[in-house]
């Protein structure tokens, strides 16, 4: 299954205003990364992964609908899978984005 093209578009919106924005095809999915660090992407899945602190990761996994992603079998400790259903409207969608942004930031 191809990523959802409205939620990328949805991503899009929110990343408007954001300086050093570049896409790319991933995976199946759509990542949306921020002066060339990956912060959030649209998966093939339907919903979205976001990178996140790995300190905050149980707190997160913890909502419903959000699950660390698994890659190769290995769980991967700073991102998480947000389900469709959970990001449905712009306002489910904006702290995810918001939140994967902030932490690419972080890195070097």
């Known amino acids: 299954m191809a990523y959802d093209e409205d939620l990328a ?3 899009r919106e929110l990343l ?3 300086d050093g924005v ?8 759509l990542a949306f990364l921020v002066h060339g660090k990956m912060a959030v992407a649209a998966s093939r899945k339907g919903g979205v992964l976001v990178r996140t602190d ?4 149980d707190d997160l996994v913890a909502a419903p ?3 660390r ?4 079998g290995r769980e991967m400790e700073n991102w998480l899978y947000v389900d469709p259903g959970q990001v449905q409207t712009k306002r489910d969608l904006a702290p995810w984005v918001e939140r994967g942004v902030a932490f690419a930031a972080t890195l070097p």
């Open 9 to 11: 578009n949805r991503i």
């Open 22 to 29: 570049t896409e790319k095809r991933m995976f199946g999915g």
């Open 16 to 18: 408007a205003d954001q």
């Open 54 to 57: 790995p300190a905050e990761s």
């Open 69 to 72: 992603m698994v890659m190769g």
């Open 65 to 67: 609908g959000v699950e």
